[in-house]
């Protein structure tokens, strides 16, 4: 097994403490840090979102993949700076006001980062007018995650992406939506770009609206 | 028969005379506060005080009068705790933006000011644990004693014919207690990759566990029929956690439990667990569980007639009435009533049901829709 197949491995079993071993030993026999990152790193956290897509692994997995991974890119990121060549965009993620709910958004934020966007996470119970001044703060972002796990905090959703509309920044960013009580339907509703019924979709459409 | 006799007709799984109610008393049956004004308002109630039952949820005890206008069989306790010592971790306090309270096991919640409807997680005790060390740190609070004039309650409530439960636990499940000590993100890694940091809470867990069930029993013995143990399986896709760890790691804690429950009364019951749990749901029957509550349909693989075909003889349904993510809140009352009306035809047969929501009516359920579930209900629950 390759020291850049090792890697993926341990990231797919969650394996964070053998990270740096793994990482400085690969960078040692001359692997490219990109190569490291794209095929080592990114390629595996994209088989752990597909194997959770399909219920074969739970959020439990996920989360010391994630964990893996979070840990296996900062010790490359020294080695990247100036490569931008993986950066496929800036994703701005919240849960909406009034729901404090985030698991599920932490796992998109995980996984999106993984595909290769730049995270800016801000948290929970975020205000439309938050929302409204990160993107406007922040002009290379160009997708909205908004959260909701509650049926009383779905109308914030609404609300969140009419006043996104309506600042006249559907220009720059797409938006996604997803929580347990969201659906197709209403995303279409209130005009979202798509809906993500879990995190590896939610990679996955992110991905596909930059390729 | 009364109504206490009609719900363990239908926890017996046999068919009474209608399909039980409970709508405002059990587990995750409840109103929250803005909801039951709005009840107490289609009734034409002025001057009832509002009792609040469930701080973080917001829920509140339903008095009898509305319960009995409803028709609901079954009546909750309003257990009397008495604290052993003082609490080392419990405070309240606000700021500009929230009220927070801390409770008895170090779990800070929070409730926004402006359009807050509930208190949510916000803090854990062992938030920032490394290790087992870290984790010595935690100060267990001391299950409650009860005060036996509160038997006077259950004993009124018997006496009238209802059917008694009691939603009270010590903390929260084996899967769900942790995330309430290390937060949600550590509990479910530890799970999986330091298992050995969690044994032994819930080891402890279950041995406090025993204590709150010998002080319940000790004074609301022979006044119980159905006793509630929530512990959260499910998301709205699958299980929380793998089947195989459920299995593995989780239920056997909860057999021992029930074991230990069923020795002390002849009670049934109830595995509260929301989300998809179909996946599991042999080994929670084989657990030693009656009952599943709140039955939540609209989740994955959850559907009522999948239910209720290969699980129904095996587990009584306690919910899964009226789908409360989508149709209660949203639908027509046209769309609510011929909903219910499916559910209470595919669920109600043969007995092993008794109808509620899933889980607590909110604040975003129009009253137009719930009378429209409840007229429904009234028109065609006799068998």
Redesign the interface.
């Known amino acids: 097994m390759s020291k850049i197949q090792e890697i993926s491995k341990a990231i797919e079993f969650g394996k964070k403490k053998i990270m740096k071993g793994l990482v400085e030993e690969a960078l040692a026999e001359g692997c490219k840090p990109i190569d490291i990152l794209n095929q080592g790193m990114i390629e595996a956290m994209s088989v752990v979102g597909e194997k959770f897509k399909a219920n074969e692994i739970y959020v439990p997995e996920m989360l010391v993949a994630a964990r893996a991974m979070k840990e296996g890119v900062e010790l490359l990121k020294p080695h990247l700076a100036g490569d931008k060549s993986a950066v496929l965009g800036k994703f701005i993620v919240g849960t909406v006001e009034g729901d404090l709910h985030d698991i599920g958004k932490n796992l998109v934020a995980m996984m999106i980062e993984s595909a290769g966007y730049v995270v800016i996470d801000l948290g929970v119970d975020v205000s439309t007018e938050k929302f409204i001044e990160a993107i406007k703060a922040n002009p290379d972002c160009n997708l909205v995650g908004l959260s909701a796990l509650l049926t009383t905090t779905m109308p914030s959703i609404k609300k969140s992406v009419a006043a996104i509309i309506e600042a006249g920044l559907k220009n720059q960013v797409k938006i996604i939506v997803g929580g347990a009580p969201i659906t197709q339907e209403f995303a279409d509703l209130i005009g979202a770009d798509a809906f993500a019924a879990d995190a590896a979709s939610a990679a996955a459409i992110a991905k596909a609206f930059v390729a | 028969m009364n109504r206490r006799e009609r719900v363990l007709c239908a926890l017996n799984h046999k068919e009474p005379d209608r399909i039980p109610l409970d709508l405002g008393a059990g587990c995750s049956c409840k109103f929250t506060k803005y909801f039951y004004v709005k009840l107490l308002d289609y009734f034409g109630i002025k001057d009832e005080e509002l009792e609040m039952c469930h701080i973080p949820y917001q829920l509140v005890y339903a008095s009898d009068q509305v319960l009995d206008l409803l028709g609901c069989d079954v009546r909750a306790a309003r257990l009397k705790p008495i604290k052993q010592g003082e609490s080392y971790y419990a405070k309240k306090w606000e700021d500009e933006n929230s009220y927070f309270y801390r409770n008895d096991w170090g779990t800070l919640y ?1 409730m ?1 000011k ?5 208190y ?3 803090g854990c005790a062992l938030g920032d644990a490394e290790d087992e060390e870290d984790d010595k740190k935690f100060v267990w609070p001391t299950p409650d004693k009860y005060d036996k004039a509160g038997r006077k309650e259950l004993e009124s409530y018997r006496e009238a014919g209802f059917a008694n439960t009691i939603s009270e636990q010590f903390g929260n499940g084996f899967l769900q207690t942790g995330p309430l000590i290390w937060s ?2 550590n509990w ?2 530890m ?3 330091e298992p050995e940091r969690c044994t032994p809470f819930m080891d402890k867990l279950l041995e406090k566990k025993m204590e709150f069930y010998d002080n319940i029993f000790d004074v609301y013995g022979g006044l119980i029929d159905v006793t509630s143990e929530a512990d959260d399986f499910g ?8 089947p195989k ?1 459920i299995r593995e790691m989780l239920l056997p804690y909860h057999k021992k439990l029930n074991d230990y429950i069923k020795s002390k009364g002849d009670v049934k019951i109830t595995l509260h667990s929301c989300g998809s749990v179909t996946a599991a749901l042999p080994d929670i029957i084989e657990a030693g569980f009656d009952i599943l509550n709140p039955v939540q349909i609209s989740a994955a693989d959850m559907g009522p007639e999948l239910l209720k075909s290969r699980f129904g003889k095996d587990i009584v349904f306690w919910g899964g009435g009226i789908n ?3 149709t209660l ?2 639908g027509t009352p046209e769309q609510v009533r011929e909903e219910t009306k499916r559910n209470m035809d595919i669920f109600g047969k043969d007995g092993g049901f008794v109808f509620s929501t899933v889980h607590n009516v ?3 359920i129009p009253i137009e829709n719930f009378i429209a579930m409840w007229e429904t209900f009234q028109a065609n629950c006799k068998y």
């Open positions: 929070r926004p402006l359009q807050g409807l509930y949510d997680l916000a949600f993100e479910l890694a799970l999986v990759s998301t709205q896709r699958g299980t929380f956690v793998s760890l409360t993510q989508s809140p949203n909110q604040d975003d």
